[in-house]
């Protein structure tokens, strides 16, 4: 089954710790994007990839980074400069083009603890 | 600047009534699609509905109806004979076309967590 799959599920890590957060899809999607989300509040843009070896900062890139070598992988790594890194961060894949019925698909998103 | 704004925090409605949820966007884009998402406490992404920018009706999916009025950008969300399952915290998202420099970026707006009466 096609589908967009995170991992782990739920990520400890100490302070000053790089930390990387999967993503994978088998979808044959072009786009991919990460996002952050606080308790209680909405989804925030980290970054997002159009196409293989190309990626865009969304609203909130600082202290994060991400590389897109393969079209199914977009991983994200959380870094020492990223000030309050503790959230649930989901990633996100669709069809590049707009029109028609498009969905995003998202994974079961990655509860990043950092103490 | 913010793109997609939804202005109520959070909305009430009794079992089987029919309810509205608010949805404003801001693009210079004629080509972009709008979406609206169910998040239950389980924290997945529940797809509802899509709008394309060009689609001249309004979409549906059972239960679900996008009022879209493209000169006021909004994209209001009707959620008809709500149901208790259907309390939840739920999002609109708006994903620029090309044309622009932020093509294909897809933003969420701030959410609007539903609660339905039994």
């Known amino acids: 089954d096609g589908g967009i799959t995170q991992s782990p599920k739920y990520l400890f890590r100490k302070e000053g710790q790089n930390v990387t957060l999967s993503c994978e899809q088998n979808l044959n999607h072009d786009a991919m994007y990460w996002y952050r989300q606080d308790p209680g509040q909405g989804l925030r843009l980290i970054y997002y990839s159009q196409i293989v070896n190309d990626f865009q900062k969304g609203d909130i890139a600082e202290g994060y980074s991400v590389s897109r070598e393969k079209k199914e992988s977009f991983p994200l790594t959380v870094t020492s400069a990223q000030k309050n890194p503790t959230a649930f961060y989901l990633c996100?894949?669709?069809?590049?083009?707009?029109?028609?019925?498009?969905?995003?698909?998202f994974g079961q998103g990655t509860r990043l603890t950092v103490v | 600047a913010q793109k997609i704004t939804q202005t109520q925090p959070g909305m009430f409605v009794q079992e089987k009534e029919a309810v509205t949820l608010d949805c404003t966007y801001d693009?210079?884009?004629?080509?972009?699609?709008l979406f609206w998402y169910k998040q239950p406490s389980s924290g997945e992404m529940i797809f509802l509905i899509y709008?394309?920018?060009?689609?001249?009706q309004n979409a549906t999916e059972g239960r679900y109806s996008l009022n879209f009025q493209k000169a006021r950008k909004s994209a209001n969300l009707v959620i008809s004979a709500s149901q208790l399952g259907d309390s939840a915290m739920y999002f609109c998202a708006m994903r620029e076309g090309p044309g622009g420099t932020s093509y294909g970026k897809l933003t969420f707006g701030q959410g609007t967590i539903l609660t339905v009466h039994p």
């Open positions: 709008q394309g920018s060009y689609d001249e």
């Open positions: 693009t210079s884009d004629q080509s972009y699609g």
């Open positions: 996100a894949s669709i069809l590049r083009g707009t029109g028609g019925n498009t969905e995003a698909f």
